[in-house]
């Protein structure tokens, strides 16, 4: 797998756009900023983007993958464990919606539910 730690694009692909949500402006300044890398993985099967960071916490490193846009987890879910593991990271931690966590399971990216995410909109409707 070819990966390629790159800047944050002047034109945002759509797909990068839709993985970063509501989140996007956050991602954005923590990538320029240095606090949250982007990576471009690349593979016969896999062309994707990931947001990753690093966080210590109480219970030790984590590697948080904070968004993945693009195609190829099956092959990168892989990739990924292995190379935290590897950088000495404890655990990875990632936030997805159910169907998503079912098709990362498929691909032993899985793990263990510790929290969900919920949203509430204010306003007008």
């Known amino acids: 797998m070819k990966v390629q730690r790159i800047n944050w694009p002047h034109e945002v692909p759509e797909k990068l756009l839709t993985a970063c949500g509501d989140d996007f402006k956050t991602i954005r300044n923590q990538v ?9 993985l690349e593979s016969n099967n896999t062309d994707l983007l990931v947001v990753t ?3 210590e916490t109480p219970s030790g490193r984590e590697f948080v993958v904070v968004c993945v846009a693009g195609h190829g987890m099956k092959d990168a879910g892989q990739f990924l464990i ?3 593991s590897r950088l000495g990271f404890d655990c ?5 919606s159910e169907a998503t966590h079912r098709l990362y399971s498929a691909y032993g990216f899985g793990g263990d539910e510790i929290e969900r995410v919920y949203k509430v909109a204010l306003g007008g409707e």
């Open 32 to 40: 320029q900023d240095g606090i949250a890398h982007l990576y471009k």
């Open 53 to 55: 960071r690093g966080e």
């Open 82 to 84: 292995d190379n935290a």
């Open 92 to 96: 990875i931690r990632y936030h997805a």
